[in-house]
T-cell receptor
Framework: GAVVSQHPSWVICKSGTSVKIECRSL??????MFWYRQFPKQSLMLMAT?????????EQGVEKDKFLINHASLTLSTLTVTSAHPEDSSFYIC????????????FGPGTRLTVT | QKEVEQDPGPLSVPEGAIVSLNCTYS??????FMWYRQYSRKGPELLMY????GNKEDGRFTAQVDKSSKYISLFIRDSQPSDSATYLC???????????FGGGTRVLVKP
């Protein structure tokens, strides 16, 4: 099956610093990648959609200058949380697809971000 | 009001019982209906999908969609402790469109 990886799986950073999370599609070329945020015992909230080589489309209420997304290749997307604060602590999950059918979207294992 | 509503649970059942999960939604444009399983601190894993109305069965899992009532269900037969997880429903109006998730139902299957 299609495999999506994320790195790191867990990161702790100090308030005010930036942290980068990588999302890779390991065995397929992803034309579209998505970034989600999930708070404890809550559902996935879509943050942004990115297409390879294009600027990301952010959901309403998501600060694009704070959450920088780069989809540099068909197998790699990165999310950079700039000037992180404790309220940015969350579980970040990416997903990827090559097929526009909604069920053909494969999720990564997630990255736990803790900002101290 | 959220577009997709899902009882958060937890839903606790004995091993071997049938697990019954459901979601209601308000957007009549939704055409694709998915169920995902998510273990703690892991990404969601697709269990089943249905397009439009009807039933679909895959092994121990059965998905039902009633578009007239805007109600979808997932049944898990012969539940196992390994089925203990959070189950998320997700919907989309068309190919290429984003997924809208329910809040998830936590299920605990006790040996």
């Amino acid at each position: 099956g299609a495999v999506v990886s994320q790195h790191p799986s867990w990161v702790i950073c100090k308030s005010g610093t930036s942290v980068k999370i990588e999302c890779r599609s390991l065995d397929f070329q992803a034309t579209t990648m998505f970034w989600y945020r999930q708070f404890p015992k809550q559902s996935l909230m879509l943050m942004a959609t990115s297409n390879e080589g294009s600027k990301a489309t952010y959901e309403q209420g998501v600060e694009k200058d704070k959450f920088l997304i780069n989809h540099a290749s068909l197998t790699l997307s990165t999310l950079t949380v700039t000037s992180a604060h404790p309220e940015d602590s969350s579980f970040y999950i990416c997903s990827a697809r090559w097929d526009p059918r909604p069920y053909e979207q494969y999720f990564g294992p997630g990255t736990r971000l803790t900002v101290t | 009001q959220k577009e997709v509503e899902q009882d958060p649970g937890p839903l606790s059942v004995p091993e071997g019982a049938i697990v019954s999960l459901n979601c209601t939604y308000s957007n009549s444009a939704f055409q694709y209906f998915m169920w995902y399983r998510q273990y703690s601190r892991k990404g969601p894993e697709l269990l089943m999908y249905t397009y439009s109305s009807g039933n679909k069965e895959d092994g121990r899992f059965t998905a039902q969609v009633d578009k007239s009532s805007k109600y979808i269900s997932l049944f898990i037969r012969d539940s196992q402790p390994s089925d203990s997880a959070t189950y998320l429903c997700a919907m989309s109006s068309a190919a290429g469109n984003k997924l809208t998730f329910g809040g998830g139902t936590r299920v605990l299957v006790k040996p």
